[in-house]
């Protein structure tokens, strides 16, 4: 899958927000350095967060099995399947919050926003 990605970090200093519709169009052309944005192709064998790590990017994590929701990330385009055993309510999951700990989009291309877990309500999922 060939994934857009967007630090949500950034969000603050262009005030963006998640739905925003031109979100990724906006980010395309903010000038942010590869680390905020960019686009990576996850191999099969790889999870999203493995596959940003194969790539040399340090994006959040900490048990790395589904528990925390220090990798969550918010999907915006695509599909990515959540197995089970996860942390996540199914509020979170309709809101579009997958952990990229656990799977990757299966979709040909997808975007998404990661380091949302500090959206409001998912940081008390945090543990
Ligand atoms: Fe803990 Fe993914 S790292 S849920």
Same mark, same amino acid.
């Given at each position: 899958s060939r994934v857009e990605y967007l630090n949500y970090e950034v969000f603050d200093d262009h005030g963006w927000?998640? &739905?925003?519709?031109?979100l990724f169009e906006k980010a395309s052309d903010a000038d942010l350095a590869p680390d905020d944005y960019g686009r990576l192709l996850v191999q099969q064998n790889e999870t999203l967060l493995e596959a940003a790590e194969n790539r040399g990017f340090a994006w959040p994590y900490s048990?790395?099995?589904?528990?925390?929701?220090?990798?969550a990330v918010a999907l915006v385009e695509g599909e990515m399947p959540t197995p089970a055993g996860?942390?996540? &309510?199914e509020e979170w999951l309709d809101r579009g919050i997958r952990l990229s700990c656990l799977s990757a989009p299966v979709t040909e291309s997808a975007k998404v926003v990661y380091n949302?877990?500090?959206?409001p309500g998912l940081e008390e999922l945090i543990l």
């Amino acid at each position: 899958s060939r994934v857009e990605y967007l630090n949500y970090e950034v969000f603050d200093d262009h005030g963006w927000e998640l &739905t925003d519709d031109d979100l990724f169009e906006k980010a395309s052309d903010a000038d942010l350095a590869p680390d905020d944005y960019g686009r990576l192709l996850v191999q099969q064998n790889e999870t999203l967060l493995e596959a940003a790590e194969n790539r040399g990017f340090a994006w959040p994590y900490s048990c790395r099995g589904g528990a925390c929701s220090n990798c969550a990330v918010a999907l915006v385009e695509g599909e990515m399947p959540t197995p089970a055993g996860h942390i996540l &309510t199914e509020e979170w999951l309709d809101r579009g919050i997958r952990l990229s700990c656990l799977s990757a989009p299966v979709t040909e291309s997808a975007k998404v926003v990661y380091n949302v877990k500090q959206l409001p309500g998912l940081e008390e999922l945090i543990l």
